[in-house]
C-alpha cells in the first residue's frame, strides 16, 4: 500500500504551466513581455503558451497590454491579504515593548519595531 502511495502524481502541467508563467512575469513585474519571449524562456510552445496566457487573463492575473504582457495588480490582493494576516498576528501575538520587562535584547526589539510598522502600513491601506 506504501508503495502505491508515493506513485501518485498530483501535478497538472497546465497548473504547472500556469505558475511557471506567473512566476515568469513576477521577475520583472513592470516590463511587459512578448509571447514569443514567454515562449522561448519556458520552453513552451505556442498554444500552450496562449492557452496558459488566456486563462491567467480570464481571472484578472495577466493583463495584455500594447508591448505584451504582465501581472495584473489584482493579482496583489493576495499579497496585500497575506501582509494584513501576519500584521494581525503580530499584534496580537507580540508582548509590546513598553510591557515587556523580561525581554530584552536587539533582535526582540528590532522585531517589534518592525511588526509595529508592518501593523502601521496595514492600517493606512485599510483606509
Known amino acids: 500500500m506504501e508503495e502505491a502511495k508515493d506513485k501518485r502524481q498530483y501535478t497538472n502541467e497546465n497548473q504547472q504551466n500556469m505558475a511557471r508563467v506567473t512566476m515568469y512575469l513576477a521577475q520583472d513585474i513592470l516590463t511587459p513581455k512578448t509571447m514569443k519571449e514567454i515562449m522561448e524562456a519556458l520552453n513552451l510552445s505556442r498554444d500552450v503558451t496562449f492557452r496558459t496566457i488566456w486563462n491567467l487573463k480570464d481571472v ?13 495588480p489584482r493579482l496583489t490582493l493576495i499579497a496585500d491579504r497575506l501582509r494584513q494576516a501576519v500584521a494581525d498576528t503580530l499584534k496580537k501575538y507580540l508582548v509590546p515593548v513598553k510591557d515587556s520587562m523580561q525581554v530584552s535584547g536587539w533582535a526582540a526589539a528590532q522585531a517589534r519595531a518592525e511588526a509595529e510598522m508592518l501593523a502601521k ?3 493606512g491601506k485599510a483606509r
Open 121 to 123: 502600513h496595514m492600517e
Open 60 to 72: 484578472g492575473w495577466v493583463e495584455e497590454g500594447a508591448y505584451g504582457y504582465r501581472l495584473s
